[in-house]
């Protein structure tokens, strides 16, 4: 816990000396997330704030931190005071007394006085940063504004300028720490597990919802909050529907099932897809179409290093893919013809990858400067490629009709490559082959 601790004091610093680089007098104000309601008087299950939980690991509702550089109290949190009552309702709370030493921030003060401790704090400050899609701080703060406004005669100075956060904390979040790249190896092993186990139960005449059944059982047992994201079981042609969530379809004899699922470990995401036959043996055109896949994502792991980007491992993989449908008559003519005409495209009808974190698609950016984002030592990021071919696709024999492959792992950028969160799931034919066949 004290790593995690100084962790957070560690990136609350970094904002803190952000702040202290302006021109004139800056504060930031982070929001945690609020409970969200799902039906009359119940409500989801509570999931923090990313950027907030990254600078606290505060994992309450109705919370808010507050940075300003040479104060006397410079890291300050507002929360839910202590309440018996309330509590053996909803749960224990942190409460005021505790934050201090069990968060490390400077003051803790409680929520339901947030705003007359912020009207005093925003008096005199220039610039207010903040994370702009939280219409709620935004009309509170541009309020508390206003009447500093509206008292010029009492020396008050309402703020000048304002400020998005969320560039700066996302740029923060793109390279993560060994202590985040720890937690993150334990979200991968947990989801390896349990993407094995979903192989292992899979047979023809079960349920789609029941291998996602496992799947979460899996992330349970292993200390997980549950699913990163919504767990995708499709079989058949549901698997050419790439955010297919019912998962109500029965597996049928010599269909192929796609599982896309990840856990969330101390708020940290895995992201694995994997297909394989229901029935445990790949028919003839589904192996053939598996292996261009398998080769698409091979090639695009062999461009993952320092210095390199995206863009030219997404190459990688679509010359890979343009090349397989040819060799497989899929498509006809020359290579040059249709990698010009992008014709993979038709395809493969998605990008990539995408960086991974504490959201499944985390934050950070793409481009710099007009120019492609470099891989750097501990980036994380997910690759994977896919093909997808569904029913009546035109000018496409049948025989491929209502194929959906898709591979995703979950990988490192290291010094010298990348290191693969999530090979331990079976990937080749073989192996998948293999596994399944020793239920």
Known sequence: MSKLRSEYQSRRQQILDFLRQQPEPAIAIIPSAQLATRSRDTEYPFRQDSDFYYLTGFNEPDALLVLLPDHDEPVQLFCQPSDPRAEVWHGRRLGVDRAPQELGVDGAYSIEDADEHLFALLNGVH???TPHDK??????????????RRTPKKGDRAPQAWHDLAPTLAQMRLVKSEVELELMRRAAAISVDAHKRAMRCTRPGAYEYQVAAEIHHEFALQGAAGPAYGTI???GENACILHYTENSSQLQDGDLLLIDAGAEFQGYAADITRTFPVNGRFTES???LYEVVLAAQEAALTTIKPGSNLPAAQEAAARA???????????TGSFKQHWEQT???KFFIHGLGHWLGLDVHDVGTYDVAGKKQKFAPGMVLTVEPGIYIPPGMADVDERWHGIGIRIEDDVIVTADGYENLTGGVPKTVAEIEQWMQQK
């Open 343 to 345: 014709s993979y495209r």
């Open 127 to 129: 610039s207010v940063y």
């Open 233 to 235: 079981c499709g079989s």
């Open 135 to 148: 219409p709620d701080l935004t009309t509170m703060l541009h309020e508390l504004a206003a009447e500093l």
């Open 286 to 288: 589904q192996r053939a």
């Open 321 to 331: 893919i343009t090349q397989g449908l040819l060799d497989l008559g899929i498509l």
